[in-house]
């Protein structure tokens, strides 16, 4: 008997090796990771094979002698880069800016999500976030046009509208008080709607039981998206605003570039700007790429500290 037990015993099956399992994933998937295979290429092309050049930070670099010939320098352009009295003035406007977006545009699209999630007529709601994502695709050079088109000191309409009421023009573009307002303003009428899209997302997989189980508990809408909604896209909001705080030193250039003029310089000069001026117009690469470097550590040690401080209080995190 001890014989046959053993003869028709199976026998355990064999598990690949992690090499096979891999390419039996890639064969069973293959037509997933095709689809993946574009994004994957540019990140390859355009973030990490670039960052090999980064080492003419530690360099005197010269474009005719080359990456692999240009003498080491080790931290001396960091160093030059923390004691130039531009350096705080940076700081300050470009942590300004990114303060007011993280105040007044990140819960922005939160609260449009809400409140779309609440309108019941689809033909409405459908019209509502075709007409809130349509200045995504806008440029920022159409974005600008239309700012100096509104609120030109000389022939805007805003302007207009205000002196035909009987007031004085408002020099509203070349005011320093009034350009991070400005630069907020924009971002959130261009990018508002467009975030949006995540947010809806999470809402729509929420479970429709718990909406039910809260009526019958006397909840209204309000107390529904208070005790349901929103707890529900905790997670999505802790992942969107960890990697926010990722991009906190970079304002965006093209931005800031297009509504940049002499009477607003000390409040719109900001690293991008900067990394712009110094290394391509005075051809100061090492120092630029300096700048540039400084500004992505301080963004992945915020991404490293938030992400950890995200799973001390309980969330998944990015990573």
Do not use: C
Not at 233 to 248: A, D, F, K, T, Y
Not at 250 to 267: H, P, R, T, W
């Amino acid at each position: 008997m001890e014989h046959i037990e053993a003869a028709t015993t199976p026998r355990p099956q064999r598990r690949p090796a992690a090499k096979s399992r891999v390419w039996l994933d890639l064969r069973r998937d293959k037509y997933l990771y095709l689809l993946a295979l574009p994004g994957l290429l540019f990140f390859l092309v355009f973030k990490y094979v670039p960052m090999f050049n980064v080492i003419i930070a530690f360099q005197n670099y010269s474009p005719f002698m080359g990456i692999m010939k240009s003498p080491w320098v080790g931290f001396m352009h960091f160093e030059r880069f923390f004691a130039n009295p531009d350096f705080m003035l940076l700081f300050r406007n470009t942590m300004a800016i990114n303060l007011l977006n993280l105040a007044l545009f990140f819960p922005l699209p939160i609260v449009v999500s809400l409140m779309l999630n609440e309108v019941r007529s689809t033909i409405y709601k459908r019209l509502v976030q075709s007409i809130v994502y349509m200045p995504h695709f806008l440029s920022w050079v159409i974005i600008a046009g239309l700012t100096f088109l509104l609120f030109a000191k000389g022939q805007g309409v805003v302007n207009k509208m205000l002196e035909s009421a009987g007031f004085a023009r408002i020099d509203f573009l070349t005011s320093p008080n009034l350009f991070w307002i400005f630069v907020t303003g924009q971002s959130i009428w261009k990018e508002a709607g467009w975030g949006t899209i995540v947010f809806l997302a999470a809402i729509a997989s929420v479970d429709p039981q718990l909406y039910e189980a809260a009526r019958m508990d006397g909840a209204g809408r309000l107390r529904q998206m208070w005790h349901v909604t929103l707890p529900a896209i905790r997670s999505v909001i802790v992942i969107l605003l960890i990697l926010r705080l990722g991009h906190i030193m970079d304002v965006g250039f093209e931005q800031i570039f297009l509504m940049y003029n002499g009477a607003v310089s000390k409040v719109a000069e900001v690293f991008d700007t900067y990394v712009y001026r110094v290394g391509i117009q005075q051809a100061q690469f090492s120092y630029s790429t300096a700048a540039g470097l400084f500004k992505s550590v301080v963004g992945l040690a915020l991404v490293l500290i938030s992400n950890k401080l995200a799973k001390k209080f309980g969330e998944e995190g990015v990573f």
